[in-house]
């Protein structure tokens, strides 16, 4: 069954280090996420990317924060300069396109859990 | 304001017994989807269910049921004979039309432990 995949699973950095969190989104898909839940806390919404740029992005995702893709199966989210608050589960998702409006389920990646220190 | 609460926090349960998670949501939008999610203890959010805002039929997969009602903005589902297996932290998640068409707002999450 197709899924998403995240790499890595685990990654610990230093407070102001960048760091990439990579993500394969089913073939299909054509509309991508990224979430995160700092953790014992609820999952929150960061950004969805669409056509090659973002459609929509939430109060968190400033300018430390930029997605992209680099090719056609990969897509990235990257943090410039990490913050000590930056650390929880990072979760890419997909959904297929179905009409501008309404999209179907997202499936969630397996989440990359980040540590900063 | 577009939002979902999940008043119960945990639940702690023995096996077998039946278990209800609460979902209340608030939104503007007429058209709207709602979704469960399941995050067992390996982390991963594992899609459970998703259900559009003019369907209000109930729906039962297996040991598992939803109740939507319109009426009282509740989303509410039920493990019938719960499992170990069905330990595991579940996420009511709202997505509204308008605005962020592809954003899920998610509730806090309700951590059911089912006991042998």
């Known amino acids: 069954e197709p899924e998403v995949t995240q790499t890595p699973s685990h990654q610990v950095t230093q407070m102001g280090q960048e760091v990439i969190l990579r993500c394969v989104p089913i073939s299909n898909h054509l509309y991508f996420y990224w979430y995160r839940q700092i953790l014992g806390q609820k999952v929150e919404f960061l950004v969805s990317f669409y056509n090659n740029e973002i459609s929509e992005k939430s109060e968190i995702f400033d300018d430390q924060f930029s997605v992209e893709r680099p090719d056609g199966s990969n897509f990235t989210l990257k943090i410039r300069s990490t913050k000590l608050e930056d650390s929880a589960m990072y979760f890419c998702a997909s959904s297929e396109y179905r009409d501008r409006y309404m999209n179907t389920e997202a499936f969630f990646g397996q989440g990359t859990r980040l540590t900063v220190v | 304001a577009q939002k979902v609460t999940q008043a119960q926090t945990e639940i702690s349960v023995v096996e077998k017994e039946d278990v209800t998670l609460d979902c209340v949501y608030e939104t503007r939008d007429t058209t709207y989807y709602l979704f469960w999610y399941k995050q067992p203890p390996s982390g991963e959010l594992v899609f459970l269910i998703r259900r559009n805002s003019f369907d209000e039929q109930n729906e039962i997969s297996g040991r598992y049921s939803w109740n939507f009602q319109k009426s009282t903005s509740s989303f509410n589902f039920t493990i019938t004979a719960s499992q170990v297996v069905d330990s595991a932290v579940y996420f009511c998640?709202?997505?509204?039309?308008?605005?962020?068409?592809?954003?899920?707002?998610f509730g806090a999450g309700t951590r059911l432990a089912v006991h042998p």
């Open positions: 998640a709202l997505r509204p039309f308008s605005g962020g068409y592809n954003k899920l707002i």
